[in-house]
C-alpha cells in the first residue's frame, strides 16, 4: 500500500528534525585551521601542534612541517562488535 501524502505541518516537522540531525553533526566535526571545511571520510589530514587540523588541499601553503598526518575515519570506526576467543 502506497505511504500517503504528507501534510504541510509533518513535512515542516521532517526539514526542522533533519536540519537539527545535520547541525549537530556538523557540530562536532573537524574543520581545517586555514579554510574551515570539514574534511571528508578517508581524507589525508595534517597536524599542526595540538588543536590545529590543516587539511591536504591547504598543507602546502605552510611552510612548516606537520606533527603527523591522519586519515579521517568515520564516525562508527572503532564500534564494530568484533568475535573474540572463549574463555577456557
Known sequence: MLRPLLGT??????RTLLR?????????AARCADCG???LIG???HRFGRDELVCD???PRRRTRPVRA???QH???GLTVRPVA???
Open 70 to 72: 591522519e586519515r579521517i
Open 43 to 45: 581524507e589525508l589530514v
Open 37 to 39: 571545511r570539514v574534511p
Open 9 to 14: 505541518w509533518e513535512r515542516d516537522l521532517e
Open 20 to 28: 537539527r540531525g545535520v547541525g549537530r553533526l556538523r557540530q562536532g
Open 75 to 77: 564516525g562508527e570506526y
Open 57 to 59: 588541499l591547504c598543507r
Open 86 to 88: 572463549r574463555a577456557a
